[in-house]
């Protein structure tokens, strides 16, 4: 599989999950732990120069997504522990902290 096929189909796939946990009062916990463990297994399958350039989005989707799982699950949830070491940059204060910006300019 094309390198830009993996960036796209994980950063797809983390964009759809933090849309499917976001400010849910009950998850399926099997759909959970399947798209958990994917997304695991795909991240782990990136090279680490396209994690590096991807990181900072990653974990902003992935760090709100973490924080709509503690909502539900609480920390110490065996799934919301899976996904915190994707998130290698500071954690978004709650499911909805929007405050990077997307798209900017490159200096």
């Known amino acids: 599989m094309h390198i830009y ?6 950063a797809a796939s983390a964009g759809a999950f933090e849309g499917y ?3 849910k009062e009950t998850l399926d916990a099997q759909a959970l732990s399947t798209w958990v ?3 695991v297994t ?3 399958r990136l090279p ?3 994690r590096a350039q991807i ?6 989707t992935l760090g709100r997504a973490i924080q709509s799982l503690i909502s539900v699950l609480g920390e110490d949830n065996a799934l919301v522990r899976k996904l915190q070491p994707l998130v290698v940059g500071p954690m978004p204060t709650s499911a909805d902290d929007f405050q990077r910006k997307k798209w900017h300019e490159e200096p």
């Open 37 to 39: 463990n994917n997304l």
């Open 55 to 60: 990181q900072p989005g990653l974990d902003q």
């Open 5 to 10: 096929t993996k960036i796209y189909e994980f």
């Open 48 to 50: 680490s120069e396209v």
């Open 42 to 44: 795909a991240y782990g």
């Open 21 to 23: 946990v976001y400010h």
